[in-house]
Nanobody, 115 residues
């Protein structure tokens, strides 16, 4: 059974950093893309970054050069390192994977950036 569990959210001041984790199970992490999304209250969920199965990375332009996604294959865990965070208020970050045509989401982790 595919499962994703995010952690690492919290409160941080503008300009600060946080690293989110996405612990996975039920599939081979090196064979699938792990996607990161975020959703602010009242807004649509938006794609942030992807760590592909073949080890490439892609980012939405607004986080390019500030966010970095990585993967620890031994721990079956993906990470999203977020630097120079902007005062966006409260946002929920999700990790996502599509396995055999089925979309799977974690429960999300809350990130608050404010002074």
């Amino acid at each position: 059974q595919v499962q994703l569990v995010e952690s690492g959210g919290g409160s941080v001041q503008p300009g600060g950093s946080l690293t989110l984790s996405c612990a996975t199970s039920g599939f081979t992490i090196t064979q699938y893309d792990i996607n990161w999304f975020r959703q602010a209250p009242g807004k649509e969920r938006e794609w942030v970054a992807t760590k592909s199965g073949w080890d490439g990375t892609t980012y939405t332009p607004s986080v390019q050069d500030r966010f970095f996604t990585s993967r620890d294959n031994a721990k079956d865990t993906a990470y999203l390192q977020m630097n120079t965070l902007k005062p966006d208020g409260t946002t929920v970050y999700f990790c996502n994977v599509i396995v055999r045509g089925q979309n799977y989401w974690g429960q999300g982790t809350l990130v608050t950036v404010s002074s």
